[in-house]
């Protein structure tokens, strides 16, 4: 019998990014797809992740990070020509994101240009000839509107100051404060000058070069779609398979394999 392993190869792929990576322009735009629930993580979620990244910081304070990284967990994609399909991994990029735009709006305080920078290469592009803008990442219909205005546009003017009313915005807008009161306090900590400024330049270095996902990718296909009709409006959901179930967590072992161990 011929070996499929070629084709095999050439259908599917495995490999470790950094979040940076995985977010930045030269990729092609990340889109979670309509069957995708809405963002769910709570205040656990968001302040572990705070924790966690501000003690990996903390822990190599006044030591290069070139050879640290941080595994921050699985992610699916369905590729298609000019587009990534998100199948697994929307609460992480999205709280990248989060954090991103936060780190974004305390630098433009003490540096504008690399904070417009920070925009440009990771959150919202913009062609320079055709004004044409690209998220970077785009979640589902449910939170794609609310998402860009609240989080990934720079204009602050705009946000809202009243809590939302749909559970899912209600979650994002809490991270963004969260995040955004933990990053204040220890901006104003260190003085708000350069020394806060330089700090944040470290948070941002290991949020986008030593934060690590194993990417899993293959073509998109129409198998992969799963009908809204299935849901109440409005209430879009994940696909229950191996790869989306989000009660597996997967981790690295000590040769680089992986290993899936159950949650629930």
């Known amino acids: 019998m011929p070996s499929t392993g070629g084709a095999i190869t050439e259908l599917y792929s495995c490999r470790k990014q950094t979040i940076g990576e995985l977010l930045c322009k030269r990729e092609p735009p990340i889109e979670v797809p309509e069957w995708q629930r809405g963002f769910s993580w709570d205040s656990v979620e968001v302040e572990c992740f705070w924790l966690d990244l501000l003690a990996f910081a903390n822990r190599h304070e006044g030591a290069s990070l070139d050879r640290q990284e941080y595994y921050f967990g699985p992610v699916v ?66 939170d794609r509107d609310f998402f860009r205005s609240e989080v990934q546009d720079a204009d602050r003017a705009a946000r809202r100051q009243d809590e939302p009313q749909i559970e899912s915005h209600q979650l994002i807008w809490k991270a963004r404060n969260r995040l955004s009161d933990r990053f204040e306090k220890q901006w104003d ?22 934060l690590t996902v194993r990417v899993s990718a293959s073509p998109w296909t129409p198998s992969m779609r799963l009908p809204t009709s299935r849901f109440p409006q409005g209430q879009p959901r994940e696909p229950q398979t191996a790869a989306s179930d989000e009660s597996k967590r997967t981790v690295f072992t000590s040769d680089g394999s992986l290993s899936t161990t159950d949650d629930s």
């Open 77 to 142: 994609l369905a590729l298609q020509p000019r587009l990534r399909i998100l199948l697994d991994g929307q609460h992480r990029l999205a709280l990248a994101v989060i954090l991103l735009s936060v780190i974004r709006d305390f630098i433009s305080r003490y540096n504008p240009d690399a904070a417009a920078a920070l925009q440009d290469d990771y959150i919202k592009s913009v062609d320079s000839q055709t004004g044409e803008a690209t998220y970077r990442l785009t979640l589902s219909r449910v």
């Open 189 to 210: 900590f260190r003085g708000c000058g350069a020394q806060a400024y330089y700090w944040a330049q470290r948070i941002l270095d290991v949020l986008i070069n030593r």
